[in-house]
Nanobody, 128 residues
């Protein structure tokens, strides 16, 4: 059983940075792979980034590659999304998700399919 709570969203100007945090509770947190997704008004929820349970593999949606970095701190039961060079099109509600599914692949973990637990979301708004 895992519970996830996102924080760190807010208002930022284009070109700025934000760091999102996802605090997790649960005995097996260190065994879970984690993902970030986002949903803008009127659009489908889309994949942003994922990290394997051991931190050895990461994947990113093409539009954020080179700007966003996903990382985890198992001691703090927290996963982060460092966002740099933000653009207005990055504006969305950002969701943290967790899965115990083994055999990490970038393609599968870029879908919502493997994720068992979801946070409530945190709003990111990037102004021009």
């Amino acid at each position: 059983q895992v519970q996830l709570v996102e924080s760190g969203g807010g208002l930022v100007q284009a070109g700025g940075s934000l760091r999102l945090s996802c605090a997790a509770s649960g005995r097996t947190f260190s065994r879970y792979s984690m993902g970030w997704f986002r949903q803008a008004p009127g659009k489908e929820r889309e994949f942003v980034a994922a990290i394997s349970s051991n931190g050895g593999n990461t994947g990113y949606e093409d539009s954020v590659k080179g700007r966003f970095t996903i990382s985890g701190d198992t001691a703090k039961n927290t996963v982060y999304l460092q966002m740099r060079s933000l653009k207005p099109e990055d504006s969305a509600v950002y969701y943290c998700a967790a899965t115990g599914t083994p055999y990490y692949t970038s393609s599968y973990f870029a879908t919502e399919g493997p994720y068992d637990y979801w946070g409530q979301g945190t709003q990111v708004t990037v102004s021009s």
